[in-house]
């Protein structure tokens, strides 16, 4: 599956901001879907995650309350709602998906990455 990632900009804090990743591929429904992101000079690391049926879902505790993942695999797509965000969200964001259904913290496990899509959050 290819994914694209859209929905990145500048927000001031506080303020939110709704990420989309639209996949190409037929089996799109059975993947677990995860966002990760990457700050300047650190480490990627995971912001949550979704099953495939869109019940379950995983989330950091540094976005646990403030962010939401759903998707419509109608629409082959997975969004990332983020409220009440902080300067510390700044960050490039990747979806990526898991033919396994995984949804997980463990990047490794994803099969497919999409491109980023930055979020600057101003102070």
């Known amino acids: 599956v290819q994914l694209q990632a859209s929905g990145g900009g500048l927000v001031q804090a506080g303020g939110s901001l709704k990420l989309s990743c639209e996949a190409s591929?037929?089996?799109?429904?059975?993947?677990?879907m995860g966002w990760f992101r990457q700050a300047p000079g650190k480490e990627r690391e995971f912001v949550g995650g979704?099953?495939?049926?869109?019940?379950?879902?995983l989330y950091a505790d540094s976005v646990k309350g403030r962010f939401t993942i759903s998707r419509d695999n109608a629409k082959n797509t997975v969004y990332l709602q983020m409220n009440s965000l902080k300067p510390e969200d700044t960050a490039l964001y990747y979806c990526a998906a898991a033919k396994s259904a995984y949804f997980g913290p463990r990047s490794g496990v994803y099969d497919s990455w999409g491109q980023g899509t930055l979020v600057t959050v101003s102070s």
């Open positions: 591929g037929r089996t799109f429904s059975n993947y677990g």
């Open positions: 979704i099953r495939w049926g869109g019940i379950r879902t």
